[in-house]
Nanobody
Framework: QVQLVESGGGLVQPGGSLRLSCAASGDIFSINAMGWYRQAPGKERELVATKTTGGTINYADSVKGRFTISRDNAKKMVYLQMNSLKPEDTYVYYC???????????????WGQGTQVTVSS
């Protein structure tokens, strides 16, 4: 079994900052990539940022220069530092991991339960 547990969401004023954290646990053999997606009610989930274990990073254009993704591979954690937050960053943010479970030989995607980020004055 694999679990992804997010923390760090909340309410913040425009221009403020938040840091999201996500910890992966369970019978994990290896992790290929971890990242963050976000979703508004009634809309599709969209990429925010991903980082492979090799270090390749991908950001959505809307967050470039404001958000920073980082990982602690040894701890199986991924972080998202969000600065200069805007009301349009209000979403539920989901942690994602592409990984191989012990005794399996296929990469699968797993999701956390989501954490709400609300940017409002």
């Amino acid at each position: 079994q694999v679990q992804l547990v997010e923390s760090g969401g909340g309410l913040v004023q425009p221009g403020g900052s938040l840091r999201l954290s996500c910890a992966a646990s369970g019978d994990i053999f290896s992790i290929n990539a971890m990242g963050w997606y976000r979703q508004a009610p009634g809309k599709e989930r969209e990429l925010v940022a991903t980082k492979t274990t090799g270090g390749t990073i991908n950001y959505a254009d809307s967050v470039k220069g404001r958000f920073t993704i980082s990982r602690d591979n040894a701890k199986k954690m991924v972080y998202l530092q969000m600065n200069s937050l805007k009301p349009e960053d209000t979403y539920v943010y989901y942690c994602n991991a592409l990984l191989i479970r012990s005794r399996e030989y296929v990469v699968r995607g797993y999701w956390g339960q989501g954490t709400q980020v609300t940017v409002s004055s």
